[in-house]
């Protein structure tokens, strides 16, 4: 089905126009502190409540006139009528034909069509039919990950994966820490690097192991060497392919993939599919979620599904000027294209979040990190920031003096929790505290400290993110607020956000080189290859 994008990119728009106009005269110099003396309201004007997660937007440089000039951005660009292809199942991937259905994964299963046009109410079948699937396909994960669950014999669980496939289970798994079940640890190797997969082997017994290979082609290179090593160890240690052996190898191994050839070549009779409208770093709530899911019970997993599902109809449903992923992502336009702000960075004052820095530079930098247009038309202004963090204090005592004075402002994205985990809770107090803390020490600086080494400029830009506690609803739609947000980006600077093209070309060439380690062959390199290479080769 072909798909006629209803967007104009945001430099051709009047709108952009008028901000450009507007930052010129009157928001390059904003100062939030005049911002607050002037106006009581700031803060109740500047947050809002959306499902699960409360924003304080107030302690950016953002006024009323600015925001409203936005809005009118947004509008001009053609973001609602986009935004509701992306909900009819249109394939808005349009360099690979595809649609972009990972909300459908989270849904409940009463599908209404929000659009209606044509193209969009077309589009609403292939909805409806995947429906079925998604319903299925999860009450046969949900099925599996609870046989996991009750099976005292496995005490470890090991998933083998990368991008996608590892880091949004990964992170999730370790937010949720507090919801997991005893008796069961969960491992995550991604890394092609002996030292890691090695380092865990050491520790681990065969017959307590279970392994997830998680690659819908099962051809992910880095993924399938790591499993052809694991397997190899398993034999090693007395593992078979034989079915009545001690240590059969399709009882120890599962795969999350679409290619059930190669899954069962491997060895392996035990696999979940998913379909090629889920993108990886979208696909945490689809098969490659069994760990999630192993980790959590079902009940649990049908929450984090739910949370997700509210941000969904939240961003679905919401006017432009109250919906939470508009508000951030047009924060987040006005500070890359208009103020020239490189970096993003995201600190989590909560030890669970430790690991969704990571997981948002992969969702933002591999989706808005392009360079040329849905139409592959170079584009004349910047796309995504640089997203880097830190969890707590951790931060402050080490970029943090950056942050405040260095000469690069950098917008800071704090999350803190109402209510802290289960050990020792007389701790959060102290954590929260500093979490304000410095968000106020950004906005208020010292600029009249007359010693220049203990100056501060103040007026850095700050948001911050509160959830009332880390569980799976209040994670899933952080989550899900965080996809949308990245979904805004991309429709207002004209970008296809949900292909890769650029993770290409060093696949290709790691092909050619890797055989060249042995051989020491150097033909038609550059200089600087063949030179580390001749220096890195082992010859056999």
């Known amino acids: ?26 928001g390059r110099n904003f100062d939030m502190r005049d911002a607050f003396a002037q106006d009581t309201q700031r803060f109740a004007r500047f947050s809002q409540q959306a499902p699960h997660v409360f924003a304080d937007l107030s302690k950016n440089l953002i006024d009323a006139p600015t925001e409203t000039l936005l809005l009118q951005l947004a509008q001009e660009c053609g973001l609602e009528p986009y935004r509701n292809a992306l909900f009819a199942g249109a394939p808005i991937n349009n360099t690979e034909q595809r649609a972009v259905m990972h909300w459908l994964l989270r849904h409940p299963g009463r599908f209404k069509a929000c659009a209606q046009d044509d193209q969009s109410l077309a589009a609403t079948d292939t909805v409806a039919a995947a429906m079925r699937d998604v319903q299925s396909t999860l009450d046969d994960m949900l099925a599996l990950a609870e046989r996991v669950r009750a099976d005292d014999a496995i005490t470890d669980i090991v998933n083998i994966g990368i991008g996608g496939s590892d880091l949004g289970p990964f992170m999730v798994v370790k937010a ?10 969960l491992h995550f190797v991604s890394n092609v690097d002996g030292m890691e997969l090695g380092g865990l082997l050491r520790q681990l017994r065969p017959e307590r192991t279970l392994f997830l290979i998680a690659s819908k082609t099962f051809t992910t290179a880095e993924t399938i060497a790591n499993a052809k090593a694991a397997r190899a160890w398993f034999v090693a240690q007395g593992g078979s392919d034989d079915a009545q052996a001690r240590l059969p190898v399709a009882r120890h191994f599962y795969a999350l993939t679409t290619n ?34 192993i980790a959590l019970g079902a009940e649990q997993f049908r929450a984090l599904l739910a949370g997700a599902h509210a941000m969904d109809e939240h961003f679905r449903t919401a006017p432009l000027a109250s919906n939470l992923p508009v508000r951030l992502a047009l924060l987040d336009l006005w500070y890359r294209n208009f103020h020239g702000f490189t970096s993003r960075n995201v600190a989590p004052y909560s030890h669970g979040l430790r690991r969704l820095p990571a997981y948002l530079q992969q969702l933002e930098m591999e989706s808005n990190g392009k360079g040329v247009d849905a139409q592959g038309q170079p584009l004349p202004y910047a796309t ?5 963090g830190e969890p707590g204090t951790k931060g402050q005592h080490a970029f943090f003096q950056m942050i405040h004075q260095g000469p690069d402002v950098v917008p800071v994205e704090f999350i803190v929790l109402r209510q802290g985990g289960r050990e020792l809770s007389q701790l959060h107090q102290r954590l929260v505290a500093n979490a304000l803390a410095q968000a106020r020490a950004l906005m208020t600086g010292r600029p009249d400290e007359p010693c220049g080494h203990r100056r501060f400029s103040g007026n850095r830009p700050s948001t911050v993110l509160v959830l009332e506690r880390l569980d799976p609803p209040s994670l899933g739609a952080l989550i899900a607020l965080y996809e949308h947000r990245v979904f805004v980006s991309g429709a207002l600077w004209g970008i296809n956000s949900f292909d890769q093209w650029g993770v290409e070309l060093g696949k290709v060439l790691a092909k050619d080189l890797e055989p060249r380690l042995t051989t020491g062959d150097v033909s038609g390199l550059d200089a600087s290859t063949a030179g580390l290479l001749q220096r890195l080769a082992q010859p056999v």
């Open 1 to 26: 089905m072909s798909f006629d994008d209803p967007r104009t990119r945001c430099d051709r728009t009047a709108a952009w126009q008028r901000l450009r106009a507007h930052f010129d005269r009157a």
């Open 176 to 185: 949720l820490e507090d919801h997991c079940l005893s008796g069961k640890r």
């Open 260 to 293: 059930l050839e190669a899954a069962a070549q491997f060895g392996i009779r035990t696999t979940l599919g998913f379909w090629d409208w889920v993108g990886g770093r979208y696909s945490l709530w689809s098969a490659i979620g069994l760990p999630i899911a």
């Open 384 to 388: 995504s920031p640089v997203i880097w």
